[in-house]
T-cell receptor, first 112, second 112 residues
Framework: DADVTQTPRNRITKTGKRIMLECSQTKGHDRMYWYRQDPGLGLRLIYYSFDVKDINKGEISDGYSVSRQAQAKFSLSLESAIPNQTALYFC???????????FGPGTRLTVL | GQQLNQSPQSMFIQEGEDVSMNCTSSSIFNTWLWYKQDPGEGPVLLIALYKAGELTSNGRLTAQFGITRKDSFLNISASIPSDVGIYFCAGQGINAGNMLTFGGGTRLMVKP
């Protein structure tokens, strides 16, 4: 069974719609992250959370919001989706004591 | 923010050949990580480097943490078709908590 799961795996939506991407983990890690991947740009950090109720902006947080509902769940929301938010989105988790981040399988989001 | 320059952007090689890719930064990093991403999947950690000058192997993969702490390289020996994918370097800065900065990726294609 996967340790870090993301839902949905694929989503097509229209400009202006609100959309939520979910991430769950069974690794017991306290830290969770949301990244966005665009071709040739690697992964860029959107938001991260070190614990429940702890939320921090990453490099590219504009247009996004997050919620850490429980230690195992971290959701990413696009309040009003726009076409340049079309990308692959990855959730990751890690222990506080190490630098190793474990990634989920990704969500491919297309905004028309 | 910090920038990581990863090269080459892509490589198309013959099976059995050795591969080398590298990352350079304008900033010092405490940790260098190398990830591989298969199509449709999230990045998977290959090698982690924690000390300047460290040379670490994982099967046919060898990576080194540069003495200046501003660069790292990854070598793959005797490439095989399943080596195909995108390889990412990632660095963690001195005062960046657990935040990672990713390179743009090297897309490796192996011809049987």
């Amino acid at each position: 069974d996967a340790d870090v799961t993301q839902t949905p795996r694929n989503r097509i939506t229209k400009t202006g719609k609100r959309i939520m991407l979910e991430c769950s983990q069974t690794k017991g890690h306290d830290r969770m992250y949301w990244y966005r991947q665009d071709p040739g740009l690697g992964l860029r950090l959107i938001y991260y959370s070190f614990d429940v109720k702890d939320i921090n902006k990453g490099e590219i947080s504009d247009g996004y919001s997050v919620s850490r509902q429980a230690q195992a769940k971290f959701s990413l929301s696009l309040e009003s989706a726009i076409p340049n938010q079309t990308a692959l989105y990855f959730c990751a988790t890690s222990w506080a004591e190490t630098d190793t981040q474990y990634f989920g399988p990704g969500t491919r989001l297309t905004v028309l | 923010g910090q920038q990581l320059n990863q090269s080459p952007q892509s490589m198309f090689i013959q099976e059995g050949e050795d591969v080398s890719m590298n990352c350079t930064s304008s900033s010092i990093f405490n940790t260098w990580l190398w990830y591989k991403q298969d199509p449709g999947e999230g990045p998977v950690l290959l090698i982690a480097l924690y000390k300047a000058g460290e040379l670490t192997s994982n099967g046919r993969l060898t990576a080194q943490f540069g003495i200046t702490r501003k660069d790292s390289f990854l070598n793959i020996s005797a490439s095989i078709p399943s080596d195909v994918g995108i390889y990412f370097c990632a660095g963690q800065g001195i005062n960046a908590g657990n935040m990672l900065t990713f390179g743009g990726g090297t897309r490796l294609m192996v011809k049987p």
